[in-house]
């Protein structure tokens, strides 16, 4: 990893930065396969990992501001309390995760609403819809409330894998990294 473009401060070049970084990561996940335990991202500054780490110099793009580095695995079952119990230091600009999800088509909505109250009904109900997608979501968050999302549609026999990208289509998963990023 750390192909992501450079970044001064003009807001020209700002926007392109995060969705560039979740991008790259999504693609380092999808390197792996699919049916992977969601994993998580620190987003440092390349220049301070290159300083304190001078032996990575040949392994990332000095030209990029930021690296993502992969973390150990996440605690428990649920990603919610995983990440509520994490604090980034001062250093960590960012952070992302990577999770498979199941979506569904909008007018599964009735359906799925009548079962909300139960979590178990609730996953089992989805994984057994018959026009659900598995998905792989990217969502990644700056220190300045910068977010960005990816999701990979997997694609089967009759087509391909689809990408959609928006800021705004996890914004619980961007919110819950935000809060790792608080003092």
């Keep these: 990893m750390g192909g992501v473009p450079s970044v001064d401060d003009t807001d020209e070049t700002r926007p392109t930065l995060l969705p560039a970084l979740a991008r790259e990561v999504e693609e380092f996940v999808s390197a792996a396969g699919w049916d992977q335990a969601p994993q998580l991202f620190a987003l440092v500054p390349t220049a301070e990992l290159i300083a304190q780490q001078p032996e990575l110099r040949m392994q990332l793009d000095p030209a990029a501001a930021l690296t993502p580095i992969a973390q150990e695995e996440l605690p428990g079952e649920d990603l919610g309390d995983a990440l509520a119990s994490i604090v980034w230091p001062e250093a960590v600009t960012g952070c992302a995760v990577a999770q498979e999800i199941v979506v569904l ?3 599964a ?3 799925i609403d009548s079962v909300a109250g139960d979590s178990n009904v609730l996953h089992r109900v989805a994984a057994e819809h018959p026009q659900r997608r598995e998905a792989r979501l990217v969502a990644a968050v700056l220190r300045d409330g910068t977010a960005a999302c990816v999701l990979r549609l997997r694609g089967d026999q009759t087509r391909p894998d689809e990408i959609v990208e928006h ?3 996890a ?3 961007t919110g ?3 809060q790792t990023l608080r003092p």
Excluded: G, K
């Design 105 to 107: 088509p909008p007018d």
């Design 109 to 111: 909505e009735a359906e």
């Design 167 to 169: 800021p705004e289509l």
């Design 171 to 173: 914004p619980n998963l």
């Design 176 to 178: 819950a990294l935000l």
